[in-house]
């Protein structure tokens, strides 16, 4: 029993918390990009992938209530997962975001509307949890949080330019 504690204590994951911050406006009422981020029929559109790899899109809206993606490209299921945490409909909500079958980690998604009438900025803050290897140097730590950081916004660049398109010419 003592050998399975101590094995346990050393293959504990330990992570740290790499803020990603972005902001982008979108052609729209502050409702309407609520709706984009809360609606299953418009989120698919565009959150993960596009609409013709999402295969699931579901969510039950209300705080501690859980949403879910599942995006099929070439054969292989992405699953995406969370709970929300806060919901100011349509100005703000706080998620958490996981892809189960890369790691266990749980993330926390941020999404704050802004009325700039008729126009809306949207300001988003995702807290990366990376795994630590404690075992690399402090330089080799900082460029894996840094290489994370990087991948994961070049995923939100594709996935906001999608959300964008979904209301250009929309007044």
């Known amino acids: 029993m003592l050998f399975f504690v101590m094995n ?8 740290e918390i790499v ?5 982008f406006k979108v052609d729209a009422s502050v409702e309407e990009v609520f709706k984009a981020w809360t609606d299953p029929s418009i989120f698919k559109k565009w959150f993960m992938t596009m609409e013709h790899t999402n295969k699931v899109a579901k969510n039950q809206l209300e705080i501690n ?8 490209r070439e054969g292989i299921e992405y699953r995406a ?34 009325d700039l ?4 900025e949207v300001k988003f803050n995702q807290g990366i949890k990376v795994p630590v290897d404690n075992s690399l140097d402090a330089e080799a730590i ?3 949080k840094e290489a994370a950081k990087v ?13 964008k398109q979904i209301y250009e010419g929309v007044s």
Do not use: C, H
């Not at 803020?19 to 902001?23: I, K, P, Q, S, V």
């Not at 209530?65 to 099929?72: L, N």
């Not at 991948?151 to 959300?163: D, I, K, R, S, V």
């Open 117 to 120: 009438k008729g126009t809306t």
């Open 8 to 15: 346990e204590r050393v293959n504990a994951v330990e992570w």
């Open 19 to 23: 803020n990603l911050d972005m902001e």
């Open 151 to 163: 991948a994961t916004e070049q995923g939100y660049n594709y996935m906001f330019t999608f959300l």
């Open 81 to 114: 997962i969370g709970t929300y945490i806060d919901i100011v409909e349509p100005y703000k909500l706080v998620f958490s975001f996981k892809m189960p079958q890369f790691s266990e980690l749980e993330d926390i998604i941020t999404v704050e509307l802004i």
């Open 65 to 72: 209530g859980d949403w879910e993606i599942i995006d099929v």
């Open 142 to 144: 900082e460029k894996e």
